[in-house]
C-alpha cells in the first residue's frame, strides 16, 4: 500500500478566487476599488519563500485584491538547485531571466537558457532544474491559475518536495532581489 503523502498547511488562507460583491448592477463601486489599487507592485516589498535549492516570491494573485484572473510568482534556484516535483491543472509559462537549465515534464526533459520560454501544459508533473553548478536561475511564472479555479478544475498537488539541503558548496546561497538583475 502506498503511504499517505505529506500535507503541505499554509499559516494563512490562501485565496485562489476571492469575491467580487457590488450592490449596483454596473459594478462601479468594484471598477472605483480596483481604479484604487496599487499600479506598480515594488518587488522587493514582497516577501521571499522556501529555500535552501528553491526560493520564490507570489507578485500578484487573488489575495492580493488587485486581480482576479493572473498568478505571478518569481521563482530562484540556486546553483545546481531544483524546485518541487509538482502538477496543476492550469497552463504556466515560465520566463527564463537568467541561468540555464533544465525542466522534467511527465519524464521528458526540456533544456532551456535565459531568454526562454517554457510552456507547462495542464496536469503535466513537472520540476524545474538549475543546470549551471555557479551560478544562479531566475524565472517569471505567469498562470491563469484562478481561472481554473473559477471553473473547479482545482487539481494540484506535490508529487517531491523541493530539498531541504543547500546545493553543495552554496550553503550561504540567498536570492537577490529582481531590480538587481536590471
Do not use: C
Amino acid at each position: 500500500m502506498k503511504p499517505p503523502q505529506e500535507v503541505k498547511v499554509y499559516t494563512e488562507p490562501r485565496s485562489f478566487v476571492r469575491t467580487i460583491e457590488s450592490r449596483l448592477y454596473s459594478m462601479r463601486d468594484e471598477m472605483q476599488r480596483l481604479r484604487g489599487m496599487p499600479r506598480v507592485i515594488k518587488g522587493d516589498k514582497v516577501r521571499w519563500k522556501g529555500g535552501p535549492q528553491e526560493y520564490g516570491k507570489t507578485l500578484l494573485d487573488p489575495h492580493s485584491g488587485i486581480t482576479q484572473s493572473l498568478y505571478i510568482h518569481y521563482v530562484d534556484l540556486a546553483p545546481q538547485g531544483k524546485s518541487k516535483k509538482h502538477g496543476h491543472q492550469n497552463e504556466a509559462l515560465l520566463y527564463i531571466l537568467e541561468g540555464r537549465g533544465y525542466e522534467i515534464h511527465d519524464g521528458k526533459t526540456y533544456e532551456w537558457n535565459a531568454g526562454d520560454l517554457v510552456l507547462i501544459h495542464g496536469g503535466s508533473v513537472h520540476q524545474h532544474f538549475n543546470a549551471d553548478p555557479d551560478k544562479p536561475a531566475r524565472g517569471i511564472i505567469f498562470k491563469g491559475k484562478p481561472l481554473y479555479m473559477f471553473m473547479n478544475l482545482i487539481y494540484q498537488d506535490f508529487v517531491e518536495k523541493a530539498p531541504k539541503e543547500p546545493s553543495p558548496g552554496y550553503e550561504d546561497y540567498r536570492p537577490i532581489q529582481l531590480r538587481e538583475l536590471l
